[in-house]
């Protein structure tokens, strides 16, 4: 996990074990997102009826950290089983799909062409949610849309993380998150690659993925 050559807050490189999880092939859609607007008194994200956001299979965009843990919180209690947002340790585990390469992959920025994400940003149909697969079946790892994390961030905590289960510290200011984003001029992100913001922030290439224990 980390690395040595990115930026400060990505080092140092180190090992972390984790638990076994799943984790969605896909960010959360509109669809899926939909279901619980429907059954719960949550306010509609902003772009909600923005047609370049809002197609059913696009993942849901400008949904704070809160609104994300709700909905995991709602669909914890209809599977009766746990689901969260991914630890930061585990979505890269999952971004790296096994490899030490610098991208899901490989070493070279070869997705990363110019235009890259303008069909996404259009709205263009479902489409837009895939793209290619890294090696453990997984989609949009290192582009598309930034997705949360269960850690609040630490620009320092590799520097005091345990290897087992790494959570984050235990309180702060901002939460982590992970992925690339369309609006960024580099649109796809290294798997070590780490960002934050407030957890009450609703940003237009902001969305999550879920986890469960196996």
Known sequence: M??????????????VDVADFYIGRFAVTNDQYGAFLETTATPRPPFWCDSRFNHPQ???????WFEANAYCDWLSSILHTPV?????????????????????WGNTEERDLAGYGAPW?????????GGPPNAFGLCNMAD???EWCL??????YYRI??????????????????????RHHRKVTPSAARSSIHPGFRYNDYGFRIVRPA
């Open 2 to 15: 980390g690395s040595d050559i990115g930026r400060d807050d990505e080092a140092p490189a180190h090992e």
């Open 58 to 64: 696009q993942p849901v965009v400008a949904v704070s």
């Open 84 to 104: 969260r947002l991914p630890t930061e340790a585990e979505r890269e585990f999952a971004c790296r799909a096994g490899t030490t390469a610098v991208f899901p």
């Open 121 to 129: 940003f259009a709205g263009t149909g479902p489409e837009v949610v």
């Open 144 to 146: 598309n849309i930034h």
């Open 151 to 156: 850690d609040w961030y630490s620009k320092d």
């Open 161 to 182: 993380s345990p290897r087992d289960n790494p959570q984050g510290p235990a309180s702060g200011t901002r939460r982590s998150s992970r992925g690339g984003s369309w």
